[in-house]
């Protein structure tokens, strides 16, 4: 369901290998057309990796356009476009040998008017900042995660912990997959991330809010976001995408030049 008048959309969005990484196995996409964005870290190895990632990003964007059925929900076009990842790369690790085992994580968020609609898998994560205040809108699938809200973790111990990256849903793996879905009102200024673990094991909410907000652009954000991951090591591929929602001006398009693309730094 759109609203009266929709939001402009200001994007932007950047990959990198990170410090220590031969190959960047992150994939990120969107099309404003549609309103659909996408971010996803991949994991299996070699190219494996880079393949999963890839094709999620690519299925979720093109799923995500194509269905135009008036009686499915934004969360129901989602959860289907979602699903449908699942089962490409799960398809394509069955059928090549040199794939088998390979997965990703997903993050994506998508404009129903003036909501936003998160879905995700895995530890990709997504953040709102609204009013110089940052939240994270995503809980990660990972085995750490679920023992600190068990309570059987504290967040020294999860940091410490050898299996920090093992995640416990994923894309891919398995012939089926839940996505957690959730959804939001937006307002003028708000500001969306997507991000893959690359960063987030670097920058916590205050931290991510004090740099978009001492940045002059989404670009410059961008950029300074995977500075902050880099300064400390960045272990991993850094990924992030930025969305800021804007009340539009007298001659503005919401979806002006819509755009659709799957990147990954070589």
Request: proline letters at 2%; glycine letters at 10%.
């Amino acid at each position: 369901m759109e609203s009266e008048t929709a939001l402009k959309l200001e994007v932007a969005a950047l990959t990198d290998l990170g410090c220590k990484r031969t190959n960047n196995e992150d994939s990120y996409g969107y099309d404003l057309a549609s309103g659909i964005f996408v971010v996803c870290d991949g994991m299996g190895g070699q190219a494996a990796g880079e393949t999963a990632s890839g094709t999620a990003v690519k299925v979720v964007v093109e799923q995500f356009a194509q269905q135009a059925d008036p009686g499915w929900s934004t969360e129901d076009r989602l959860n289907q476009a979602i699903v449908y990842a699942n089962s490409a790369v799960y398809t394509m690790a069955q059928e090549n040998a040199e794939l088998r085992g390979m997965g990703t994580t997903l993050v994506s968020g998508c404009v129903d008017g003036r909501r936003i609609v998160i879905g995700h898998v895995g530890d990709s994560r997504a953040y709102f900042l609204r009013a110089g205040v940052c939240a994270q809108l995503t809980n990660d699938h990972s085995f750490v995660a679920e023992q600190m809200r068990k309570g059987a973790m504290n967040a020294e111990e999860a940091s410490a912990s050898p299996l920090q990256s093992l995640i416990t849903r994923a894309i891919g793996i398995g012939e089926t997959v839940e996505p957690d879905i959730v959804a939001g009102p937006l307002e003028h200024g708000d500001i969306l991330l997507l991000t893959t673990d690359g960063l987030t094991r670097y920058a916590d909410s205050k931290a991510i809010a004090q740099i978009i907000l001492g940045s002059s652009s989404l670009n410059e954000a961008c950029q300074a976001l995977i500075d902050t991951a880099k300064r400390q090591g960045a272990v991993d591929n850094v990924t992030c995408l930025l969305v800021q929602f804007l009340e539009p001006r007298n001659g503005d398009s919401a979806d002006a030049e819509p755009v659709a693309e799957t990147s990954r730094e070589a």
